[in-house]
């Protein structure tokens, strides 16, 4: 009977060391991952087609109009627009990694749905990362802040994610006090 | 057990045992000769029964929402509906969108949840006749199980949250009743509904079902969705719709590690526009989408246009002029009321003035896509449709197969406007998918889908009126040309001025010598609904054509308004229904009063109104806004609607904000334009909705809580706001915008 199995290596010798399989090692709400594919692959496709996390968002090939904003390292950033060759050692963030592990939502996400700030919802995830964005490099933004962000929404939620983000603001000061 | 309860001749409602102890009630749409299909062929949560409401025995309660979700709150507020009228416990209710239903009637397809066709503004008053009974019955066949348990008459007990409660205090869960209600099989006695006063969830705020799976990530668009060993299929489009191929090497692309094929689609010229391909077309098939978009751009492709290659938007708009200076009959006088001609002779004033509005695309925030799984006898698709009826159409002409073998599912919709009434992405999607064996995904790139839509076409207004030394506007000759949106869709000629113009559109019915002529552009440019059709272009033009009167009258163009619209009364619509003067002059004494319309003539900020009736609703907007040097920035917006009964405030509120911002992003900024047959835009930067900074920071909804059978609203807020907009505008620029997009005309004329 066929062995299926290589007998074990009996000396160091025999030992054929197998290369190390390179990749593009990268943290993703908190994971690792390594990728191996193509490199020039935008981390769009990467999310959506190899781990299919689907909430970032397709919107158009040059990233403009914000539903495919991720954080990396903290930053929104288009991920249409950003190949994986350029993700090695960072750390992503996409809309699914916005609640703790026990599934808590972030004081943005709760607001988003007690305004109502959501249209059809296909760009609100957009929305969400660069509010996350805004937040993340002043505390309290004034309107003028909120009127940087670089997402379109068709359905007209603007006015409504204005009022979630300082409804955010302050249930983030009460969460800082308590 | 299973029975049914009749509601019109052609509806009925039925009840079924489900699984585990629940009770089903569904509505199902049937000739009278159909038998009620028996309990066993019960599946399990959802039948084809159209079962609107299952109550479980744990009790949860869950609940069909039909139409489709495309961002207007339908799931949520017809399911409160359905909820309220079986005093469901509302923090027990899950919300599961129904697909396509429907059944094979030999041969013939037998819809069994009625129309299914979200984001046209008619969702919630069809649910309003028909959904409410389903909740009902639910109701009535609990209370009938617990009379029987409690010993009680049914008459006798009440129902709050969920839960039965007898006289003396016993309480008894929908959840304990259900497998009893279902044994009990329904008498024919008329189903009785609640009286206004006893809604509990009618009325009352609440946020959409699907927030938390949206603000998670977790909503699965049909974008989103997979079969295993799916492929993939992106597409290039011939510029012109009616060009053709005529050079094609593939080689790059095929060498592309991860692309499968390249597949040549043509339109069939045979079938209306929405049904088939949308222009002749070459699709790259690949594993990933990332090998198909790299397939896509390394195709070498040469086209050749065809008639339509000599269009541009100048040559259109010549065109649209040419007629409505001619003395050429109109194509239809929609309107003619009193003597146009007999009232010149009262003239004090006469006013003209003539408008240009350009060519619009949808620009849905999800792009145009169909998942298909294909195989000899089924077809599985998920669609993002707001007429899974139509999105059926096509694939059984193109399959071939049996109704009840073809299975339509709709997730929600990121946006249709109207687009998604058009089906000639499913229909690529099935034909690609039959040269491949396997499951395919078609998407289209944001490039294809601006420029090759289903446009809302262009128009020029012509209008004249008539001020009589009362300043009464005694007569109004408006003159609109636009290509039809129903040209080539079976409708005949002399109804092709349905989708442009209203025959009751104001100020028809208020002036009495009144005239309404369409004449019709041909144009090559496929063209289909658009959100607020033709209401928006329409009141557009009427908007700022009763405020240029008023200035021509040196008066406050609210008197103006007041004088037109008159005494409070019923004006009687052609086809029925009327409108009530008092709720139009309330909606404009609303926005008006909030934002402290005496101010109008002295203030340093401009001022605008406009108010619109349609379909059974009143809106009307004030707007106020200011200038720096060439920025322009919108202050303030006010508006205030009238749909009779509000399902959800909060879902309003949020469906006004969101129309008014949509039209005024619209009539800011957006434009397609064409050259040499070609539309030259093809992404954001061509086409750019406004930014957060360009749009007003609040918009303050005022709703009048009324009785009367809830209208449609998902698109009610947006003819009156550019219109408002423009003669703001005007207030604080003394120019005139009579040219949309807005932006690039003020900036033109300052």
Redesign the interface.
């Known amino acids: 009977m066929a062995q299926d199995h290589a007998a074990l290596p009996t000396k160091a010798t025999d030992i054929t060391p197998v290369p190390v399989r390179s990749g593009i090692d990268l943290t993703i709400n908190g994971e690792s991952f390594r990728h191996t594919g193509?490199p020039d692959?935008?981390l769009l496709?990467y999310l959506?087609?190899v781990l299919?996390?689907?909430?970032?968002?397709?919107?158009?090939?040059?990233g403009?109009?914000g539903?495919d904003l991720v954080l990396v390292d903290g930053k929104a950033t288009s991920a249409i627009g950003i190949p994986m060759s350029k993700l090695g050692g960072k750390h992503i963030v996409?809309?699914?990694g916005?609640?703790d592990t026990k599934g808590n939502?972030h004081p943005l996400?709760q607001a988003?749905?007690?305004e109502?700030a959501?249209?059809?919802?296909?760009?609100?995830?957009g929305w969400?990362m660069a509010s996350m964005d805004l937040l993340n490099r002043i505390k309290n933004p004034s309107?003028n802040d909120?009127?940087?962000?670089?997402?379109?929404?068709?359905?007209?939620?603007?006015?409504?994610?204005?009022?979630a983000i300082k409804r955010a603001v302050a249930a983030m000061k009460q969460g800082a006090k308590a | 057990m299973s029975g049914t309860v009749r509601l019109s001749r052609r509806r009925f409602l039925q009840v079924m045992a489900g699984t585990a102890g629940a009770l089903i009630v569904g509505i199902g749409a049937a000739d009278a000769s159909t038998p009620p299909v028996p309990s066993d062929m019960l599946g399990d949560a959802l039948s084809e029964l159209g079962a609107y409401v299952r109550v479980d025995a744990d009790g949860s309660v869950l609940i069909g929402a039909r139409d489709p979700e495309?961002?207007t709150g339908v799931a949520t507020s017809l399911t409160r509906i359905i909820a309220d009228e079986m005093d469901a416990d509302w923090q027990r209710v899950r919300v599961i969108p129904l697909g396509l239903g429907v059944a094979d009637d030999n041969g013939k397809p037998r819809w069994l949840y009625g129309q299914q066709v979200g984001g046209t503004g008619n969702s919630i008053p069809r649910a309003w006749r028909d959904l409410r009974s389903a909740g009902a019955l639910a109701r009535r066949l609990l209370l009938q199980a617990a009379a029987q348990q409690l010993g009680v008459a049914a008459e006798r007990l009440r129902t709050e949250k969920g839960t039965v409660i007898a006289p003396d205090g016993r309480r008894l869960s929908y959840g304990s009743l259900a497998a009893a209600a279902a044994k009990i099989t329904p008498t024919p006695q008329p189903i009785v509904l609640k009286a206004p006063d006893h809604y509990s969830l009618i009325g009352q705020s609440a946020?959409?079902v699907?927030?938390?799976e949206?603000?998670?990530?977790?909503?699965?668009?049909a974008?989103?969705q997979?079969f295993g060993d799916m492929v993939?299929a992106v597409l290039s489009h011939c510029p012109w719709p009616d060009g053709e191929l005529t050079g094609l090497d593939s080689s790059a692309a095929l060498a592309i590690?991860g692309v499968m094929k390249v597949v040549e689609l043509k339109p069939d010229p045979k079938l209306p526009p929405g049904e088939t391909v949308i222009a002749p077309a070459v699709a790259v098939i690949a594993k990933?989408?990332?090998a198909a978009l790299q397939g896509r751009r390394a195709l070498k492709l040469a086209w050749k246009p065809g008639a339509s290659g000599t269009e541009s938007s100048a040559a259109l708009e010549q065109q649209a002029t040419g007629l409505l200076n001619s003395d050429a009959a109109p194509t239809t006088r929609v309107r003619d009321d009193g003597d146009i001609d007999k009232a010149k002779r009262k003239a004090a004033r006469r006013v003209e003035a003539v408008y240009y509005q350009p060519w619009l695309a949808h620009?849905?925030?999800?792009?145009m896509n169909c998942l298909v799984r294909l195989d000899k006898t089924s077809a599985t698709l998920y669609v993002p449709t707001q007429s899974p009826r139509q999105a059926w159409t096509v694939v059984q002409r193109l399959t071939g197969l049996a109704p009840d073998q073809i299975d339509i599912r709709v997730p929600?919709?990121?946006?249709?406007?109207g687009r998604r009434l058009d089906h000639d992405y499913v229909a690529e999607a099935v034909l690609l998918a039959k040269e491949v064996d396997k499951p395919l995904q078609l998407?289209w790139?944001?490039?294809e889908d601006l420029s090759h839509d289903f446009y809302r076409s262009g128009c020029v207004h012509k209008l004249n009126a008539i001020v009589d030394a009362k300043r009464n506007i005694i007569a109004w000759n408006q003159r609109m040309a636009s290509a039809s949106a129903l040209t080539g869709r079976g409708v005949s000629s002399d109804h092709l001025w349905t989708s442009e113009v209203g025959a009751n559109q104001l100020p028809a019915g208020l002036v009495p010598n009144y005239r309404s002529d369409w004449f019709s552009v041909a144009s090559s440019l496929p063209r289909g609904p658009h959100r607020g059709m033709p209401d928006v272009a329409n009141a557009f033009v009427v908007g700022s054509f009763l405020d240029e009167i008023a200035h021509g009258l040196k008066e406050d163009p609210l008197l103006t308004h007041l004088r037109l619209i008159g005494e409070p009364r019923l004006i009687p619509l052609q086809g029925g229904g009327a409108i009530d003067t008092a709720r139009l002059a309330n909606v404009l004494k609303l926005v008006t009063d909030r934002i402290s319309w005496k101010d109008w003539l002295h203030s340093v900020n401009g001022l605008g109104i406009a108010c619109w009736y349609m379909d059974g609703a009143y809106v009307a907007h004030a707007i106020e806004v200011s200038m720096q040097g060439e920025k322009l920035t919108i202050d303030r917006v006010v508006c205030a609607v009238d749909v009779g009964r509000v399902i959800n405030p909060?879902?309003l509120?949020?469906q006004v904000?969101?129309?008014?911002?949509?039209a005024l992003?619209t009539a800011l900024n957006l434009a397609i334009t064409v050259k040499d047959g070609k539309v030259q835009q093809s992404?954001?930067?061509d086409y750019p909705?406004a930014?957060?900074?360009q749009?007003?920071?609040?918009?303050e909804v005022i709703t009048v809580p009324g009785e009367g059978d809830p209208a449609g609203a998902s698109f009610l807020a947006m003819p009156t706001a550019a219109p408002a907009l423009a003669n703001a505008v005007f207030r604080v620029s003394a120019v005139r915008v009579r040219r949309l997009p807005l932006m690039k005309e003020l900036l033109r004329l300052l």
């Open positions: 193509d692959m935008p496709w959506r087609d299919q996390l689907n909430g970032t968002k397709y919107g158009g090939e040059h403009k109009g539903a996409t809309v699914e916005l609640a939502l996400q988003f749905i007690d109502d959501i249209g059809c919802g296909y760009c609100t995830p969400l309107d909120i009127d940087t962000l670089p997402n379109l929404c068709r359905c007209g939620c603007q006015t409504r994610v204005r009022q | 495309t961002g946020g959409d699907d927030a938390r949206i603000v998670t990530g977790q909503t699965p668009y974008l989103d997979h993939v590690k990933t989408t990332w620009a849905t925030a999800e792009p929600r919709v990121g946006g249709g406007y998407f790139p944001r490039d909060m879902g509120e949020g904000a969101g129309a008014t911002l949509d992003s992404n954001w930067k909705l930014s957060m900074a749009l007003p920071r609040s918009v």
